[in-house]
């Protein structure tokens, strides 16, 4: 039977965050005609995001900046740092266009600066826009390449995420690529064993009046949405009767590919618990929009596309800003240290969703306390001042001695002692940390009192653990086309960002999950315009 379509394009983008806008921008270059879906406004989790591009091997604003870099260091950090999720030809090719990435995107109008962080940690103030984002200068990796500042955050005031997209959607509309806002995309469509198009539902035909509420809810929802689930809850009813009572059904037909980047599915409580029951992800904070439900790839699952690392979650606890505290010691209920406390913070978070009861503390001295407290004012952000005031005021428990401190937290005093014991007997006789602590960031803790700060797993608004899924389809990783379970790709589908497997779905650091949506949103844009 004839299809009937309600728009033809070239390339149709499902999902309209920073993959997405990458991938429109890509295909239009190579020509196509581009179109784009989104159910709610498009920026996606990018906008949400603190706006990071992990970049490397000698981009223009290292080099402005003073920092020696090359793709070869580049690669060796991260072929440690995330293991064989992709093969080593696709990580080799990331880092040798790293450089030309940053150009394309300060093409596209992103603005990035060279000033750099003098210290290290979790995100900067706005002084400065490049900087460790990753574990380059912690523990083993220092022996692997020479750590160098790969954190390119785009420039601009406050968390960065708009500074990103904003200026990258801009040009895409320069450029031509059409944009339907409000268009919830239901089910692919295909023709002969091909993906033609998508059935989907829009509310663009409603009432203006209707449509600018259905904006501001949406923006309500994305942020200050993501810190308070309750009011997301309440806005996503109100949005969802909208989209009831005013959607109207279309049908968009893609003549070269369809293009999915739908983000994840840390939205999705019951898929997030299915495929990784034992995490405790409900005390977590889901960082995304209520867009990152998992929709692009249950709707690919459905045409028999395979995934892959779905039970990978991502959870952060950073305990810098103040620099002083990656000399402190975190440790489990049973007084064991858990980590190199200088690895970026997703590793701690990691280390207390296996901990016993996902319990944690930050164990620091007198000294190292009051080093810390003169950071603060000119190494914290304002919600990171936030964070600390709330982590000293109501989760710390403090003693004249470790096994004091120990017992009011409710840590074994005896394990702790002995921790403390074998960190501070290591200092002294030089030798090695046994979690690999460099040791210019080490620090003996001998002076009294003593503070055990709760860094454990929590739901709280003033210290929340943030987290994301990792990962998604799994696709073929010259073109971004999805593969089915049989290995063989799906004729007509790609996908891109963290709806599919990519650069970071085994191992996060801040910057490269954006950085691999624009690598793999430009692959899949370029491959689905010529149909290949």
């Not at 944009?179 to 009432?207: F, N, Y």
């Not at 913070?345 to 007198?366: E, F, M, N, S, T």
């Not at 982590?391 to 074994?412: K, N, Q």
Request: net charge neutral; aromatic share 6%.
């Amino acid at each position: 039977m004839t299809q009937e379509w309600t728009d033809t394009t070239d390339v149709l983008v499902v999902g309209y965050g920073g993959a997405g806008v990458a991938t429109a921008l890509a295909a239009r270059e190579a020509g196509a005609e581009v179109l784009a879906v989104d159910r709610y406004l498009g920026g996606g989790a990018t906008t949400l995001s603190g706006g990071i591009v992990y970049a490397g091997g000698g981009t223009a604003i290292q080099r402005t900046a003073g920092v020696d870099d090359d793709p070869e260091a580049m690669f060796a950090y991260l072929r440690e740092e995330t293991g064989d999720v992709v093969r080593e030809e696709t990580l080799r090719r990331f880092c040798d266009g790293s450089a030309a990435m940053i150009d394309w995107l300060r093409g596209h109008g992103v603005p990035f600066d060279p000033s750099v962080c003098p210290y290290k940690t979790s995100y900067p103030t706005d002084d400065y826009y490049l900087y460790f984002s990753g574990s380059e200068n912690s523990g083993r990796f220092r022996d692997i390449a020479a750590p160098r500042q790969r954190g390119h955050r785009a420039h601009g005031p406050g968390v960065s995420g708009k500074k990103l997209f904003q200026p990258l959607a801009a040009s895409a509309a320069g450029h031509g690529v059409d944009l339907r806002a409000g268009t919830r995309a239901l089910r692919l469509v295909t023709e002969d064993g091909r993906v033609t198009g998508i059935e989907a539902s829009t509310i663009a035909g409603a009432p203006a009046a209707i449509r600018r509420a259905f904006a501001a809810l949406s923006r309500i929802s994305a942020k200050p949405g993501v810190y308070h689930p309750g009011l997301r809850a309440q806005l996503q009813k109100q949005l969802a009767r909208i989209e009831n009572r005013y959607g109207q059904p279309i049908r968009i037909r893609a003549r070269t590919g369809v293009v999915l980047t739908t983000g994840g599915f840390i939205a999705n409580g019951e898929m997030v618990g299915r495929h990784a029951p034992d995490y405790p992800w409900a005390e977590g904070l889901p960082l995304g929009t209520a867009g990152d439900d998992g929709s692009g790839i249950t709707m690919a699952q459905h045409l028999g596309a395979a995934t892959g690392r779905m039970d990978a979650l991502s959870t952060w606890r950073f305990i810098a800003p103040p620099s002083a505290y990656l000399g402190a010691l975190a440790v489990d209920r049973d007084g064991r240290r858990m980590v190199d406390e200088s690895r970026y913070g997703a590793a701690l978070g990691a280390a207390i969703a296996a901990a016993p009861g996902h319990r944690a503390w930050l164990l620091v001295d007198a000294e190292l306390a009051r080093d810390a407290r003169r950071q603060i004012g000119e190494q914290t952000v304002w919600f990171q001042r936030l964070q600390l005031e709330r982590l000293l005021r109501f989760g710390a428990a403090t003693g004249a001695t470790v096994e004091e401190a120990a017992t009011r937290a409710g840590v074994d005093p005896a394990a702790l002692r002995a921790t403390v014991d074998a960190h501070n007997d290591a200092i002294a006789h030089g030798a090695p940390d046994p979690q690999g602590k460099p040791g210019d960031l080490r620090r003996p803790l001998r002076t009294s009192p003593y503070t055990l700060l709760d860094i454990s797993f929590s739901s709280r608004l003033t210290y929340p653990m943030p987290m994301l899924t990792l990962g998604g389809l799994r696709v073929d990783e010259e073109t971004g086309a999805v593969r089915g379970e049989s290995g063989t790709s799906i004729p007509g589908l790609y996908a891109a960002g963290r709806t599919a497997v990519g650069i970071c779905s085994d191992s996060y650091v801040s910057g490269l999950s954006l950085a691999d949506c624009i690598f793999s949103g430009r692959r899949a844009g370029t491959h689905a315009a010529a149909g290949s």
